[in-house]
């Protein structure tokens, strides 16, 4: 019996406001409040509040047949107790149901795993505690930031007490296999893989109101019926996206939100198929091959590699310097430069510096706030300089307090 995993994720950055080179020194807030807030509520009618409505009467129409698995970053958390907790309360009246699961991330949606295993530690637990806070879930299930992925990262995920993770189904990996079938990572012992089905992932997120293509419009039962074509050679078909992927990126007037009201009645006319949580679909299926990945993966564009944030040298500086001030962050013990040194680490800030494909409208400019990655770039280096500035000085403020202390030790 096929199972369909849906899994959503939810994420909303904290936006730099435009700093410039004269506010250094003298401004020592840097974001964009009034953006952020605005952003938020432009979300949360148009997709969050909607989907999530559809989504609990989808699951009650189906008497908790139909399923589904979320990750919501810890700063969209943030966002939404202080501008929308009609939003938050929405995500918690479907975790009553118990047809929903959240599952596991890091807190700041970051690159960390690429530069400190200690910080990426740190803001998993920090996610998960706030999963726990809030829908009283403790995550079983993880998946990195925009499914970076590779061996070494299931590997210590595995450590971590978690039974499966998230990944892209990427052909140059996958070879001539499916995706439809959970693998075990390469040099792992328990841990299971979900691979991303892409193509049908993609046929709702990015091709649903193309015109220019041939499937235009798509219906529920058409839909469907690619879906049970996996019976017989697949028996977990794993459709991550983007939330925003309904009301947002596919406007109501294409007729996504009636395409999502059909689609699990016309996936389940199909006797042999169902929908699960990513935890029961791990339970309930066994690996039937290894994924090796030796080097990074994701889900982000054409490459499905690391390029969306690391492949220039705007990217790579700013992201450089930002976890190189690890130590001494950490060692001023201040809970306020802590808490901001993380949330610079957001991936979305280097997405914004991306140059591959900004002159042809794609995706990284849709999403940007800035007129081009140089003015993101500007922006957040004015802003790091700013704060290591602050960071230097918290320290040199420490300073006296821990040569005091040693003086007052007793000798032996």
């Not at 991330?105 to 690159?111: G, Q, V």
Request: charged share 30%; hydrophobic share 35%; aromatic share 16%.
């Amino acid at each position: 019996m096929p199972s369909v995993c849906f899994y959503f994720q939810v994420h909303q950055p904290f936006r730099l406001k435009r700093y410039s080179f004269f506010d250094i020194g003298r401004d020592h807030f840097y974001e964009d409040d009034e953006k952020n807030r605005l952003i938020l509520d432009k979300v949360s009618e148009k997709c969050y509040l909607k989907t999530n409505r559809k989504m609990l009467e989808l699951i009650n129409r189906h008497k908790g047949k139909f399923k589904i698995s979320y990750s919501i970053s810890g700063v969209a958390i943030e966002q939404f107790e202080k501008h929308r907790p009609d939003v938050l309360q929405s995500f918690v009246d479907l975790a009553n149901t118990g047809c929903v699961e959240f599952i596991s991330e890091t807190y700041y949606h970051s690159l960390s795993f690429i530069y400190s295993k200690n910080e990426f530690r740190r803001q998993v637990e920090m996610h998960k505690a706030k999963i726990k806070q809030h829908f009283n879930q403790v995550p079983k299930v993880f998946r990195n930031t925009e499914l970076i992925y590779n061996n070494e990262v299931a590997s210590v995920v595995e450590k971590m007490g978690f039974k499966a993770i998230l990944c892209e189904g990427v052909d140059r990996y996958l070879g001539d296999r499916t995706p439809n079938f959970l693998y075990q990572p390469a040099g792992t012992l328990k841990i299971k893989a979900f691979l991303k089905n892409y193509r049908l992932s993609d046929d709702i997120a990015f091709r649903f109101s193309d015109r220019n293509w041939a499937e235009w419009p798509l219906q529920a039962d058409t839909f469907a019926s690619w879906v049970h074509k996996v019976a017989g050679n697949g028996e977990v078909v794993n459709l991550f996206m983007d939330y925003e992927t309904f009301g947002e990126h596919q406007w109501e007037e294409t007729g996504i939100f009636e395409f999502l009201d059909h689609l699990p009645m016309e996936i389940m006319k199909h006797k042999d198929f169902d929908f699960k949580t990513l935890s029961e679909a791990a339970d309930m299926y066994k690996v039937r091959d290894i994924y090796d990945v030796p080097d990074y993966s994701s889900w982000a564009d054409a490459e499905r590699d690391l390029s969306a944030w690391l492949s220039n040298a705007m990217e790579k500086e700013a992201a450089g310097r930002i976890y190189k001030l690890e130590e001494k962050v950490i060692s001023t013990m201040n809970p306020d430069l802590i808490e901001f040194w993380g949330k610079l680490q957001t991936s979305d800030h280097f997405y914004y510096m991306c140059t591959k494909f900004w002159s042809d409208g794609d995706v990284h400019k849709y999403f940007s706030p800035y007129d081009s990655p140089y003015d993101a770039y500007i922006y957040y280096m004015n802003v790091l300089a700013d704060f290591e500035t602050t960071v230097e000085e918290a320290l040199q403020d420490i300073k006296p307090v821990k040569k005091a202390s040693r003086k007052k030790e007793p000798t032996t």
